[in-house]
Antibody, heavy 123, light 110 residues
Framework: QITLRESGPALLKPTQTLTLTCTFSGFSLNTRGMCVGWIRQPPGKALEWLGRIDWDDEKYYTASLKPRLTLSKDSSRNLVVLTMTNMDPVDTATYYC???????????????WGQGAVVTVSS | QSALAQPASVSGSPGQSITMSCTGSASDIGSYDRVSWYQQHPGKAPKLLIYEVTKRPSGVSHRFSASKSGNTASLTISGLQAEDEADYYCCSYAGTSTSVFGTGTTVTVL
């Protein structure tokens, strides 16, 4: 069974840095083609693709947030970390991590999602 | 990368079929057969319904089907049921290992 779970702070003040951890099981980020993506959803709004980290440690970010976003992984501990600097109230959202694959399986689709981490940015 | 355009809402009666569109560009939907669809019930994480334009993951009802023509993808729900009332999002690969989601469609079962 494949599972992912996001964890991190629920409340941040403006200008602070968000660090979210995605802990997963049932697959390995050492396996060629495996990737973990991050998606967020502001309250009442649409999903937004944020970025992806691949088995080979390549990282990809949405252009608008690239200066503020960093993804990293620890494959031995089955976790991926998202860091977003200079948080603003407009970054208030539910943040999801999800598994995806490159070149195999449900190619480029997010087939298993975490339950989401609600992050509020407010002074 | 601009969000894919979806109608804000679609409705239908139980048993009917409904179709929703997802319009992108030649840079995303038009260039790749990597369109996926997700169902999201309130307060829940999205669930994968369709990948690679037309493929259903194991366990997804055959009532869900999808297609693509040019820069537009479509999702059809046949035999609409009350449990289908949810938000639906399309997503497309957009090159250089990036993806883009749609604006979302709320399905109402009358």
């Amino acid at each position: 069974q494949i599972t992912l779970r996001e964890s991190g702070p629920a409340l941040l003040k403006p200008t602070q840095t968000l660090t979210l951890t995605c802990t997963f099981s049932g697959f390995s980020l050492n396996t060629r083609g495996m990737c973990v993506g991050w998606i967020r959803q502001p309250p009442g709004k649409a999903l937004e693709w944020l970025g992806r980290i691949d088995w080979d440690d390549e990282k990809y970010y949405t252009a608008s947030l690239k200066p503020r976003l960093t993804l990293s992984k620890d494959s031995s501990r089955n976790l991926v970390v998202l860091t977003m600097t200079n948080m603003d109230p407009v970054d208030t959202a539910t943040y999801y991590c999800a598994r995806t694959q490159d070149g195999s399986g449900a190619n480029q689709a997010f087939d298993v999602w975490g339950q989401g981490a609600v992050v509020t940015v407010s002074s | 990368q601009s969000a894919l355009a979806q109608p804000a809402s679609v409705s239908g009666s139980p048993g009917q079929s409904i179709t929703m569109s997802c319009t992108g560009s030649a840079s995303d939907i038009g260039s790749y057969d990597r369109v996926s669809w997700y169902q999201q019930h309130p307060g829940k994480a999205p669930k994968l319904l369709i990948y690679e334009v037309t493929k259903r993951p194991s366990g997804v009802s055959h009532r869900f089907s999808a297609s693509k023509s040019g820069n537009t993808a479509s999702l059809t729900i046949s035999g609409l049921q009350a449990e289908d009332e949810a938000d639906y999002y399309c997503c497309s690969y957009a090159g250089t290992s990036t993806s883009v989601f749609g604006t979302g469609t709320t399905v109402t079962v009358l």
